[in-house]
């Protein structure tokens, strides 16, 4: 794949990706900058070019939403993102912190008839080791939990199961695994302190506090 192919592919991925979060179809010009860490100046370029190839919708000033055959790129190339990354976690044993980077490279290299092999061989799932929803082959997006929120919203005295970690940088899921701390994970909000802007939780006994901008990364759902 060319260099042009594959920076067109990160960026429709990166759009969709906040578009997911924000559960916004338009996004700013400033947001994606962000994301992809670049200049806004050669975001807004870029969307000139994604515009032209008819991949996205663009406005000056207002921002960008992907167009049918943008959408349907980028939800292929976070599908195989996913897959790749539930691959080299069950089975090549990569931890969760390793498997995003090296997802990243091979992304953009294998095919599509070798994905939908890799998503039978590991039973169609349905989720990958962060949590995230993997797309199903007819491209259509999942979720899961429709009862999930965050660590961060959660009241004392709720008992809570962990189903997603949106933050994937590094250090953050090391500091989750040091923690004892991975999906599935089930645990008690102790207290939430806004005023300190804290929240603290314990999880198999293991007392552990969070920064509540932190604990918005940990996406959870109640456990009766």
Known sequence: MSVTSLTVENYLKAILQISLQSGSEWISTGELAKYMDVAPGTVTSMLKTLKQSKHVEYRPYEGACLTDSGKQTAIRVLRRHRLIELFLFQTLKLSWDQIHA??????????????????????FPETDPHGDPIPSVDGQMRRAYPNMTTLSECQSGMHVRIVQVTDQETEFLRFLSRSGLKIGSEGTVKEKNVEAGIVVSVWNGQEISMGIHVAENVKVVPVS
């Open 102 to 123: 090296e997802a990243e490279n091979m992304e953009h290299a294998v095919s599509d008839f070798l994905v939908d092999h890799i998503d039978e061989y590991l039973g």
